[in-house]
């Protein structure tokens, strides 16, 4: 099991811009780690950030594939290299 602290980043509070050079970043961290799942939590609102969430990671070349948590409050992304 991964630690979630590596692979999460919770996007509550944030708006639309702030949000995708959030995910960008946590992307390089999580790349840079060797890591290979992300974790954006987003959460249900308007659905802004879940938006936000899967248009930069469907632009991302290490982004195998992703798919949304139990809840659909997070997306979970499996990152290839």
Avoid: P, W
């Avoid at 960008?24 to 961290?29: K, S, T, W």
């Amino acid at each position: 099991m991964l630690d979630d602290n590596k692979i999460s980043i919770d996007l509550h509070g944030m708006r639309a811009e702030e949000a995708k050079i959030a995910i960008e970043q946590h992307l390089i961290n999580c790349l840079n780690n060797n890591l290979s799942q992300i974790r954006i939590v987003h959460g249900h609102g308007e659905g802004v950030l879940k938006k936000i969430t899967q248009e930069t990671l469907d632009k991302s070349e290490f982004v195998k594939r992703y798919y949304f948590d139990h809840n659909y409050s997070a997306t979970i992304g499996e990152l290839e290299y």
